[in-house]
């Protein structure tokens, strides 16, 4: 008999005002007896509708019928059957517009936990089973992967399964892309990331660091001369966007990017790393999405008095999760809705002292559905910061379509490819992930590799 209680089961998660000054995990996961009373809410339907909420497709019902039965071993071979990174989704995929969003359970009350039940087996695993990976027999052919985030990790893994001698090329001095240097340690442990690092090692991938594709090797260099068989270019969407303001070259503004990669991926909060970061007062970050959120809890963290969310339209049109906004409003940060600045202010050094903004109103829907914000004369105000972090979006870099030749890119500048196998516009390189869609989510460019893997197996099988 299904548990037909209208909540999911609370995940324990460390008070606000402790948090707020440590970079450890918030929330910390079910214990076996919660995952599996949870479980029990799963009324595992007939049609299964949150398994097409799922881009890569895990059996949900399935998976969640062995944790209620406490077999979380099974559970976990369920879910790896179709997503390699269960640790990592089960705490960044945006579940409620995804699988959550069509359980059935959603329709009155809450939808199943299927992201903490993910999240559960995926941990339970780490801390119980010690099981090496097989190096798989080699099929004599090479395939390079050029840099390390969620796209290239699965790709890389599902081509090393088949036999694929891979290279992984990460212009950083670590493997992991945005899940290393973007998505904060707070929400993401890098030890999590690390070990699907190592399973790869594992499965005989080789991971250079500090090559740059494009200014160390070309992609050319890399198949005519190197003789990769095939190429897959899963090198996001990291070039920050600025607004193009006044006093946005002075010392104290960053992008999110920078921002967040000094903290992260440069240990900036840890005494014993040398990485400079400010040593902020008070810190605004322009922008309403994940992004922002993450930028704006990392400065709370480091120990600034006033972190401020300065965003030009609602709270309603806010791209961020809600879980995010919640987190963040919880930990201290103060939001300036429907404000726009207008220049950073100068305190005569060339440092940052102020950002001066106009107030907004919404006005008729833009191309985007979303009430446009239009700036109401004269409503100039100075929000009292330091340290200003720009958080607007991102877009590719164009580093490798620059140097090599027949890769169509669109006016957003992401490669162009065809659906159904991600080849780009030249024959054997295949792309995917944030640098195909722009700045997307974790699970879709694991999709997107995976996509690529089955497609580049099919090539060079043909070939
Ligand atoms: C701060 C932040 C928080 C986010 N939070 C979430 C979240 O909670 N949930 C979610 O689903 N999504 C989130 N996202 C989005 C998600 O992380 C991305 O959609 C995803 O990481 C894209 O994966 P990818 O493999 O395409 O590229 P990336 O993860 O961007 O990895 C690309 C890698 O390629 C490397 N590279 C680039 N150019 C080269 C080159 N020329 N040579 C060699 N290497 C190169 C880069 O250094 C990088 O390591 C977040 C993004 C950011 C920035």
Known sequence: MANMSLEKIKMPEQAPDIRNKNFEEVAMGYTAEMAMEEATRCLNCKHKPCISGCPVNVRIPEFITEVAKGDFLEAYRVITSTNALPAVCGRVCPQETQCEQKCVRAIKGEAVAIGRLERFVADWYMANVEEKKEMPAQNGKTVAVIGSGPSSLACAGDLAKQGYSVTMYEAFHQAGGVLVYGIPEFRLPKSIVQKEIDGLAELGVKIATNMVIGKVLSVDELMDDMGFDAVFIGTGAGLPSFMGIPGEALVGVYSANEYLTRINLMKAYIS????????????????????????????????????????????????????????????????????????????????????????????????????????????????????????????????????????????????????????????????????????????????????????????LQNK
């Open 272 to 459: 014993e790393y040398d990485t400079p970061i400010r040593n902020s007062k008070g810190v605004a970050v322009v922008g309403g999405g994940n992004v922002a959120m993450d930028a704006a809890r990392c400065a709370k963290r480091l120990g600034a008095e006033n972190v401020y969310i300065v965003y030009r339209r609602s709270e309603a049109e806010m791209p961020a999760r809600l879980e995010e906004v919640h987190h963040a409003k919880e930990e201290g940060i103060e939001f300036n809705l429907l404000c726009n600045p207008v220049q950073v202010l100068d305190d005569g050094n060339g440092q940052a002292c102020g950002l001066e903004c106009l107030r907004m109103e919404l006005g008729e829907p833009d191309a985007s559905g979303r009430r446009r914000p239009v700036a109401v004369e004269g409503s100039n105000f100075v929000v009292d910061v330091d340290t200003v972090v720009m958080s607007i979006g991102t877009s590719p870099n164009p580093l490798i379509r620059s140097t090599t030749k027949g890769l169509e890119t669109n006016r957003k500048g992401c490669f162009v490819v065809n659906e159904e196998t991600n080849q780009t516009t030249r024959e054997g390189i295949y792309a995917g992930g944030d640098a195909v869609t722009g700045a997307a989510t974790v699970i879709l460019a694991m999709g997107a590799g995976k996509t690529a893997a089955a497609a580049i197996d099919e090539y």
